[in-house]
C-alpha cells in the first residue's frame, strides 16, 4: 500500500508533542495539534468576563504550549513562520478532526490508564487505515494496543521521538507482534528520508534501546565514582568530548534532561528488570533520593547537580554540588595526567586507545565504565536488538555519542579488550567469545567501501540495512583517496564523481586547502563529470585560517595576506567557472570562507542543519575571499524593473555587517546565502550522497562552463550615500563603535563599486579587487588585531 502523509494529528502539546509538532511543519506537513480544556479559569479571563465555554479558555492549554515551544532557544522550528502550518485545538471539540490525519502520535502523559482514555476516543473519529502510534518512553506497546480494534493493533506501533525532536536525530521504531509489517517499513523509511532520523527498530522491552542501555551507563559511572572517589566536575570533564561524548558529559545532561525523568526510567528498570543482571545498580543513590525531595531537579528548577548564581558583583558563575556535604561550592579544576597526554592528540579512535592504556583514577575509571557497558550491551543481544549495529545507532542519535558502544570496543580491539574485561572481574556474552574462537575479530568491517557489521545467528559480516543510501567518507578513504596533502582529500565517490574533504582543525581553510580546490578541478575536469565538496566532520568549515592572516599582520607582511586572499578568490573563481558541476555539502558551522566556498558553488545541497553566514565583521575585517563580491552579484541579478534596487542591497549589507548566522539552512535561503533553486537535505547522513546526485544530474542535463560576468550592476555614490548617512546614525547613536563605523564604510564602499558617479555596470574582479584591498587595509588595523585576538584567546568577539 502506497502511503502519503500529508496531515499528522499530535495529541498532546507538552514538551516533546509541541516540538513534534514542530518538527512536521518543519519538512512541509499540516499539524493537528491537541489537548486537553481547562477545567478552571484564569485570573486574567474572569477579569475579561469571559467563560469556560470561550473558544480561547478552550484552547488556551494548547496554544500557550505552542507559543512557549514556538519562543523557546534553540527553536524548534527551522523557520518561525512554519508554526502556521500546525492547527490547534482540544480532545472535546476537535478529536473528531483527527479523520483527515494520515498519522495520529498520541504524546500525552505517562499513564497507561490515560493513554487508553485517549484511544477509546481516537477509535471513534481516526479512519480506518491510517497510522496510529505512541510516544512512550517505557510503557509497554502492546499494553497500549490492549481492547483495540483489529484495524487499529495492525496499524499500532511506538515512535519514540527523542527530545528535542528537531535536534536529537533518534527515533525508535517498536511494533507489537499485531502491527503489519509495512507499517514498519514505512516508519522506517519515512522517519530517516522525511524527518531526518536515524531509525531504529526496537523490541518492546523496558526503555527499548537507547533509555535502556543510556541509563545503564549513566547509572554505571555514578557506581564507578563513587569506587574511585571522582567529584562531579571530574567525572564530568572525564566523560565528555574527550571521549567522543557531549559538552554535556554526565551531570549537565542528567540537569538538562530532569533528575525526575531519569530516575523515573531508573526506576522502571528497576522494577521491570529481575531477569536483568544489572538489576541492582538501577536502584537510586541515596544523595539522588534526597535531590528528588528537595526539588533538584535541574534547569527546570534552577538547580541539580549544578546551580547557577551570580557573586557579589554580580558576575554569573556556576556552583557545583559536593556528593559528600550535599552543599554547593566553587567549580574546581581538573588535574589529571592521562588528561595532558591526551590534548594533543586531535583524532578521536587514537585518543580513546591512548586513554585506555594510562593507569591513573581517571584512565582506571573510563576502562571500568567501558568494560561495565561492554558487558552490557553484549548480554542484551537478542533481549533488546537481534543486531548489534542498532544498539550503537541508538547510543550515536538519541545520547550523542560520536561512537557506539560496539565500536568504542573495536576500536580498543575486541580480543585484547576481552582479556582485559576478564581480568577485571567482567565477562561478556558468550555470542562474543564464540566470534573469536571464529576468528572474526571486530564487530564491523570495512569491505569494497562499505560497512559490514557482525551478524551473530550467521556467524558472517552482513551489509548494514538501508546503508545504500548514504555514502560515508571514512570507509573509502583506505581505497578512494584520488590525491591529498595535509589540508584536504580527494575521494572517488564513483559514477564520475569527485569529493574534496577538508581535514583540518575545524575544517577551517588555508593554503593547503585552496591547492586541494584548485587540485580538485584539475583532477575532475581531465578524469570526472562533477566534483562534491563536502565531509563527514562536525562542521563544514569554521571558516578562514585566522591564525596565519593574525601572525602576518603583527609582523607586517601584508604582502603574504594579500597572495593568501589572491589565491582564495582565485580557487573561488576556479571553482565557479570550471568546466564541471561543482555542488557544495554544508552543514554544521558553515562560516566565513566556508560561505563564501558555497556562494561559489554551482548547486548547494545544503543539510537542514546548516548554520551559515558571513561573519567577518565580528573579527574587524569584510568577507574578502569573494563573498561581498558574490552578495553584490546576487543582489545585482534579483533586480527587476519596477524595483527599489537599494532595498536588495541594503538587506544583504545589513546581513554582512551584523554578521548574521542563519540557524537553519531554510533560514540561509531568507538571508539569501542558500538560492531558492538549491537543496535541502533534512538527514545529515544522506547529505554526501544527495549531493553527489546532484553533481550528476547536472552534468547529464549538458553542464556547459560558465562565462565570467561584465554586467554586475552597482549604485555607486547614490547607494555609498545611503549606507554611510545609515551606518554615521548609527555611530551618532551608540549602536555602534568608531571601528564598526570604519568597517561599514569600507563594506559599502566595496559593495557599491566604490565612489562611481552613477549606478554602473562593472565586472567580477573589478569589484573582486575593491574587496581584497579593503580587507587587506583592514588587517592593518590596531582594534582589527584586538578583536582576532580576542576570537582566538576567549572565543567570543570584541566590540572595541
Same mark, same amino acid.
Given at each position: 500500500?502506497?502511503?502519503?502523509?500529508k496531515?499528522?494529528?499530535?495529541?498532546?502539546?507538552?514538551?516533546?508533542?509541541?516540538?513534534?509538532?514542530? &518538527? !512536521?511543519?518543519n519538512?512541509?506537513?499540516?499539524?493537528? %495539534?491537541?489537548? +486537553?480544556v /481547562?477545567?478552571?479559569? =484564569?485570573p486574567?479571563?474572569q477579569?475579561?468576563?469571559?467563560?469556560?465555554?470561550?473558544?480561547?479558555?478552550?484552547?488556551?492549554?494548547?496554544n500557550?504550549?505552542l507559543?512557549?515551544?514556538?519562543?523557546?532557544n534553540?527553536?524548534?522550528?527551522?523557520r518561525?513562520?512554519?508554526?502556521?502550518?500546525?492547527?490547534?485545538?482540544?480532545?472535546?471539540?476537535n478529536?473528531?478532526d483527527?479523520?483527515?490525519?494520515?498519522?495520529?502520535i498520541e504524546?500525552?502523559?505517562?499513564?497507561?490508564?490515560?493513554?487508553?482514555?485517549?484511544?477509546?476516543?481516537?477509535?471513534?473519529?481516526?479512519?480506518?487505515?491510517t497510522?496510529?502510534?505512541?510516544?512512550?518512553?517505557?510503557?509497554?506497546?502492546?499494553?497500549?494496543?490492549?481492547?483495540?480494534?483489529?484495524?487499529?493493533?495492525?496499524h499500532?506501533?511506538?515512535? &519514540? !521521538?527523542?527530545?528535542?525532536?528537531?535536534?536529537?536525530? %533518534?527515533?525508535? +521504531?517498536? /511494533?507489537?507482534?499485531? =502491527?503489519?509489517?509495512?507499517?514498519?517499513?514505512?516508519?522506517?523509511?519515512?522517519?530517516?528520508?522525511?524527518?531526518g532520523?536515524?531509525?531504529?527498530l526496537?523490541?518492546?522491552?523496558?526503555?527499548?534501546?537507547?533509555?535502556?542501555?543510556?541509563i545503564?551507563?549513566?547509572?554505571?559511572?555514578?557506581?564507578?565514582?563513587?569506587?574511585?572517589g571522582l567529584?562531579?566536575?571530574e567525572?564530568?570533564?572525564?566523560?565528555?568530548?574527550?571521549?567522543?561524548?557531549?559538552?554535556?558529559?554526565?551531570?549537565?545532561?542528567?540537569d538538562?534532561?530532569?533528575?525526575?525523568?531519569?530516575?523515573?526510567?531508573?526506576?522502571?528498570?528497576?522494577?521491570?528488570?529481575?531477569?536483568?543482571?544489572?538489576?541492582?545498580?538501577?536502584?537510586?543513590?541515596?544523595?539522588l533520593?534526597?535531590?528528588?525531595?528537595?526539588?533538584w531537579?535541574?534547569?527546570?528548577t534552577?538547580?541539580?547537580?549544578?546551580?547557577?548564581?551570580?557573586?557579589?558583583?554580580g558576575? =554569573?558563575?556556576?556552583?557545583?554540588?559536593?556528593l559528600?556535604?550535599?552543599?554547593?561550592?566553587?567549580?574546581?579544576?581538573?588535574?589529571?595526567?592521562?588528561?595532558?597526554?591526551?590534548?594533543?592528540?586531535?583524532?578521536?579512535?587514537?585518543?580513546?586507545?591512548?586513554?585506555?592504556?594510562?593507569e591513573?583514577?581517571?584512565?582506571?575509571?573510563?576502562?571500568?565504565?567501558?568494560?561495565g557497558?561492554?558487558?552490557?550491551?553484549?548480554?542484551?543481544?537478542p533481549?533488546?536488538?537481534?543486531?548489534?549495529?542498532?544498539?550503537?545507532?541508538?547510543?550515536?542519535?538519541?545520547?550523542?555519542?560520536e561512537?557506539?558502544?560496539?565500536?568504542?570496543?573495536?576500536?580498543?580491539?575486541?580480543?585484547?579488550?576481552?582479556?582485559?574485561?576478564?581480568?577485571?572481574g567482567?565477562?561478556?556474552?558468550?555470542?562474543?567469545?564464540?566470534?573469536?574462537?571464529h576468528n572474526?575479530?571486530?564487530?564491523y568491517i570495512?569491505?569494497?567501501?562499505?560497512?559490514?557489521?557482525y551478524?551473530?545467528?550467521?556467524?558472517?559480516?552482513?551489509?548494514?540495512?538501508?546503508?545504500e543510501?548514504?555514502?560515508?567518507?571514512?570507509?573509502?578513504?583506505?581505497?578512494?583517496?584520488v590525491?591529498?596533502?595535509?589540508?584536504?582529500s580527494?575521494?572517488?565517490?564513483?559514477?564520475?564523481?569527485?569529493?574534496?574533504?577538508?581535514?583540518?582543525?575545524?575544517?577551517?581553510?588555508?593554503?593547503?586547502?585552496?591547492?586541494?580546490?584548485?587540485?580538485?578541478?584539475?583532477?575532475?575536469?581531465?578524469?570526472?563529470?562533477?566534483?562534491?565538496?563536502?565531509?563527514?566532520?562536525?562542521?563544514?568549515?569554521?571558516?578562514?585560517?585566522?591564525?596565519?592572516?593574525?601572525?602576518?599582520?603583527?609582523e607586517?607582511?601584508?604582502d603574504?595576506?594579500?597572495?593568501?586572499?589572491?589565491?582564495?578568490?582565485?580557487?573561488?573563481?576556479r571553482m565557479?567557472?570550471?568546466?564541471?558541476?561543482?555542488?557544495?555539502?554544508?552543514?554544521?558551522?558553515?562560516?566565513?570562507?566556508?560561505?563564501?566556498?558555497?556562494l561559489?558553488?554551482?548547486?548547494?545541497q545544503?543539510?537542514?542543519?546548516?548554520?551559515?553566514?558571513?561573519?567577518?565583521?565580528g573579527?574587524?575585517?569584510?568577507?574578502?575571499g569573494?563573498?561581498?563580491?558574490?552578495?553584490?552579484?546576487?543582489?545585482?541579478?534579483?533586480?527587476?524593473?519596477?524595483?527599489?534596487?537599494?532595498?536588495?542591497?541594503?538587506?544583504?549589507?545589513?546581513n554582512?555587517?551584523?554578521?548574521k548566522?542563519?540557524?537553519?539552512?531554510?533560514?540561509?535561503?531568507?538571508?539569501?546565502?542558500?538560492?531558492r533553486?538549491?537543496?535541502?537535505?533534512?538527514?545529515?547522513?544522506?547529505?554526501?550522497a544527495?549531493?553527489?546526485a546532484?553533481?550528476?544530474?547536472?552534468?547529464e542535463?549538458g553542464?556547459?562552463?560558465?562565462?565570467?560576468?561584465?554586467?554586475?550592476?552597482?549604485?555607486?555614490?547614490?547607494?555609498?550615500?545611503?549606507?554611510?548617512?545609515?551606518?554615521?546614525?548609527?555611530?551618532?547613536?551608540?549602536?555602534?563603535?568608531?571601528?564598526?563605523?570604519?568597517?561599514?564604510?569600507?563594506?559599502a564602499?566595496?559593495?557599491?563599486?566604490?565612489d562611481?558617479?552613477?549606478?554602473?555596470?562593472?565586472?567580477?574582479?573589478?569589484?573582486?579587487?575593491?574587496?581584497?584591498?579593503?580587507?587587506?587595509?583592514?588587517?592593518?588595523?590596531?582594534?582589527?588585531?584586538?578583536?582576532?585576538?580576542?576570537?582566538?584567546?576567549?572565543?567570543?568577539?570584541?566590540r572595541n
Amino acid at each position: 500500500m502506497k502511503r502519503i502523509i500529508k496531515k499528522v494529528a499530535v495529541l498532546g502539546s507538552g514538551v516533546m508533542g509541541s516540538r513534534i509538532a514542530c &518538527h !512536521f511543519a518543519n519538512i512541509g506537513v499540516q499539524v493537528l %495539534l491537541l489537548d +486537553i480544556v /481547562p477545567k478552571e479559569l =484564569t485570573p486574567e479571563e474572569q477579569a475579561k468576563g469571559l467563560t469556560l465555554e470561550n473558544k480561547n479558555v478552550r484552547n488556551r492549554i494548547v496554544n500557550g504550549h505552542l507559543q512557549a515551544a514556538v519562543t523557546s532557544n534553540p527553536s524548534p522550528l527551522y523557520r518561525k513562520s512554519d508554526a502556521r502550518l500546525i492547527q490547534t485545538g482540544n480532545f472535546e471539540d476537535n478529536m473528531k478532526d483527527i479523520a483527515t490525519a494520515d498519522w495520529t502520535i498520541e504524546v500525552v502523559v505517562e499513564n497507561l490508564k490515560i493513554k487508553k482514555l485517549v484511544y477509546d476516543q481516537v477509535e471513534q473519529f481516526r479512519k480506518p487505515g491510517t497510522l496510529i502510534s505512541s510516544n512512550t518512553s517505557g510503557i509497554p506497546i502492546h499494553l497500549m494496543a490492549e481492547g483495540r480494534s483489529d484495524d487499529f493493533r495492525k496499524h499500532f506501533l511506538g515512535t &519514540h !521521538f527523542f527530545n528535542p525532536p528537531r535536534y536529537l536525530k %533518534l527515533m525508535e +521504531i517498536i /511494533p507489537t507482534s499485531e =502491527t503489519d509489517r509495512g507499517v514498519v517499513d514505512f516508519l522506517l523509511h519515512y522517519g530517516d528520508l522525511y524527518l531526518g532520523k536515524t531509525t531504529v527498530l526496537a523490541k518492546d522491552t523496558p526503555a527499548f534501546i537507547a533509555n535502556r542501555v543510556g541509563i545503564f551507563g549513566i547509572m554505571q559511572i555514578l557506581k564507578s565514582m563513587e569506587k574511585f572517589g571522582l567529584t562531579i566536575d571530574e567525572v564530568d570533564r572525564i566523560t565528555g568530548p574527550i571521549i567522543g561524548r557531549p559538552k554535556s558529559a554526565t551531570f549537565r545532561t542528567l540537569d538538562v534532561v530532569g533528575l525526575d525523568t531519569t530516575a523515573n526510567v531508573a526506576n522502571g528498570l528497576y522494577q521491570a528488570g529481575e531477569q536483568d543482571e544489572a538489576h541492582e545498580l538501577f536502584k537510586l543513590p541515596g544523595y539522588l533520593n534526597k535531590m528528588l525531595e528537595n526539588k533538584w531537579l535541574g534547569d527546570k528548577t534552577g538547580q541539580g547537580f549544578y546551580k547557577k548564581t551570580k557573586d557579589a558583583k554580580g558576575k =554569573t558563575e556556576i556552583l557545583t554540588l559536593d556528593l559528600n556535604t550535599m552543599e554547593y561550592g566553587p567549580k574546581q579544576k581538573v588535574k589529571f595526567q592521562s588528561l595532558e597526554v591526551l590534548k594533543p592528540i586531535d583524532d578521536l579512535r587514537k585518543r580513546i586507545q591512548a586513554f585506555s592504556k594510562q593507569e591513573d583514577k581517571a584512565a582506571q575509571f573510563f576502562n571500568e565504565t567501558l568494560f561495565g557497558l561492554f558487558q552490557y550491551v553484549s548480554n542484551r543481544i537478542p533481549e533488546i536488538s537481534d543486531e548489534l549495529y542498532r544498539i550503537d545507532d541508538a547510543l550515536r542519535a538519541g545520547f550523542g555519542w560520536e561512537l557506539g558502544p560496539f565500536e568504542y570496543w573495536d576500536m580498543l580491539g575486541v580480543r585484547e579488550t576481552v582479556q582485559r574485561m576478564t581480568e577485571a572481574g567482567f565477562t561478556p556474552a558468550d555470542w562474543v567469545l564464540d566470534m573469536l574462537q571464529h576468528n572474526k575479530e571486530s564487530f564491523y568491517i570495512v569491505e569494497n567501501g562499505k560497512r559490514r557489521y557482525y551478524d551473530i545467528q550467521s556467524n558472517e559480516y552482513k551489509a548494514i540495512p538501508g546503508a545504500e543510501n548514504f555514502i560515508i567518507l571514512d570507509n573509502l578513504r583506505g581505497s578512494s583517496v584520488v590525491w591529498k596533502n595535509s589540508g584536504a582529500s580527494l575521494i572517488d565517490l564513483g559514477d564520475g564523481i569527485l569529493n574534496v574533504e577538508f581535514h583540518t582543525k575545524m575544517n577551517t581553510m588555508g593554503g593547503d586547502v585552496a591547492v586541494a580546490l584548485n587540485k580538485g578541478i584539475e583532477i575532475a575536469e581531465k578524469d570526472f563529470r562533477g566534483m562534491v565538496v563536502g565531509s563527514d566532520a562536525a562542521n563544514f568549515s569554521a571558516g578562514a585560517n585566522v591564525v596565519l592572516i593574525y601572525m602576518y599582520a603583527i609582523e607586517q607582511e601584508y604582502d603574504e595576506i594579500n597572495f593568501m586572499i589572491k589565491q582564495f578568490q582565485d580557487s573561488m573563481m576556479r571553482m565557479r567557472y570550471s568546466a564541471i558541476p561543482v555542488v557544495g555539502a554544508p552543514h554544521g558551522l558553515t562560516l566565513g570562507g566556508g560561505c563564501e566556498l558555497n556562494l561559489h558553488c554551482d548547486h548547494i545541497q545544503a543539510a537542514a542543519e546548516t548554520y551559515m553566514g558571513l561573519v567577518e565583521f565580528g573579527v574587524g575585517l569584510i568577507p574578502g575571499g569573494g563573498g561581498t563580491k558574490e552578495m553584490t552579484l546576487r543582489a545585482s541579478e534579483a533586480y527587476e524593473e519596477g524595483d527599489i534596487e537599494l532595498n536588495t542591497l541594503k538587506n544583504i549589507y545589513l546581513n554582512i555587517g551584523m554578521a548574521k548566522v542563519s540557524t537553519s539552512a531554510a533560514e540561509a535561503v531568507d538571508l539569501g546565502y542558500i538560492r531558492r533553486s538549491d537543496s535541502i537535505t533534512v538527514n545529515n547522513n544522506r547529505l554526501i550522497a544527495d549531493a553527489k546526485a546532484q553533481a550528476i544530474l547536472l552534468a547529464e542535463a549538458g553542464y556547459t562552463k560558465p562565462v565570467q560576468k561584465t554586467n554586475v550592476k552597482v549604485q555607486g555614490r547614490s547607494g555609498l550615500g545611503m549606507f554611510l548617512t545609515g551606518a554615521n546614525a548609527m555611530y551618532t547613536g551608540r549602536y555602534m563603535s568608531e571601528h564598526d563605523l570604519k568597517i561599514s564604510h569600507k563594506l559599502a564602499y566595496v559593495m557599491c563599486g566604490g565612489d562611481l558617479s552613477s549606478p554602473t555596470e562593472v565586472s567580477e574582479q573589478y569589484l573582486l579587487d575593491l574587496e581584497r584591498e579593503a580587507f587587506l587595509s583592514l588587517t592593518g588595523e590596531r582594534k582589527t588585531l584586538e578583536r582576532i585576538q580576542s576570537i582566538l584567546t576567549t572565543g567570543k568577539p570584541l566590540r572595541n
